[in-house]
Antibody
């Protein structure tokens, strides 16, 4: 059974850097697509960034200038840093693991990140 | 503003059939397969339908998906109270070069 776990700070001040990390148990690190997705309160889902099964990292263009994605294959961790946060970055952030097979699709429980002065 | 368009709400009585639409364009639904997710309050989305109309193991056959052109639909038959949730459609978009989602539809069982 695949379990995705994620962790990181939940309360930030404007201009600080959001930092989240994700890992999965029961699945190998390579050969899968790893994504970060966020959901502002009461709104829909928005893709942030992805490391695909070939190792290529893609970013949502609207966030790219503030994003840093890192991958640590030795610890099997997938990390997100979003700099210069504002209130508009307040959201639940999810880590998603998917495979080449469409039915392989697992999400972390989500981390509520609030940006407030 | 989500790339894919879903109605914000839908409702039905127990036992009824409800359809939720998802409208996109040639750069997303028109070119790629669609997934549907179900999300209960305070939890992560869970895969309900993949490859337009396939159900993962454990999903009842009351849930079905279809796609035509640049639109997709999720149909729930024999509505049950536990079906109350938010439903999201998703697919790939070759303009964004990433996945896109609908704004979500809140289903209420009357």
């Amino acid at each position: 059974q695949v379990q995705v776990q994620q962790w990181g700070a939940g309360l930030l001040k404007p201009s600080e850097t959001l930092s989240l990390t994700c890992t999965a148990y029961g699945a190998s690190f390579r050969g899968y697509n790893w994504k970060w997705v966020r959901q502002p309160p009461g709104k829909g889902l928005e893709w942030i960034a992805e490391k695909d099964h070939s190792g290529t990292i893609n970013y949502n263009p609207s966030l790219k200038s503030r994003l840093t994605i890192s991958v640590d294959t030795s610890t099997k961790q997938f990390s997100l840093k979003l700099s210069s946060v504002t209130a508009a970055d307040t959201a639940v952030y999810f880590c998603q693991l998917s495979g080449i097979a469409d039915y392989f699709d697992y999400w972390g429980p989500g981390t509520m990140v609030t940006v407030s002065s | 503003q989500s790339v894919l368009t879903q109605p914000p709400s839908a409702s039905g009585s127990p036992g009824q059939r409800v359809a939720i639409s998802c409208s996109g364009s040639s750069s997303n639904i028109g070119s790629y397969t669609v997934k549907w997710y179900r999300q209960l309050p305070g939890t992560a989305p869970k895969l309900l339908i993949y490859t337009d109309n396939q159900r993962p193991s454990g999903v009842p056959d009351r849930f079905s998906g279809s796609k035509s052109g640049t639109s997709a639909s999720l149909v729930i038959s024999g509505l049950q109270s536990e079906d109350e949730a938010d439903y999201h459609c998703a697919t790939w978009d070759n303009s964004l070069n990433g996945p896109v989602f609908g704004g979500g539809t809140k289903l209420t069982v009357l």
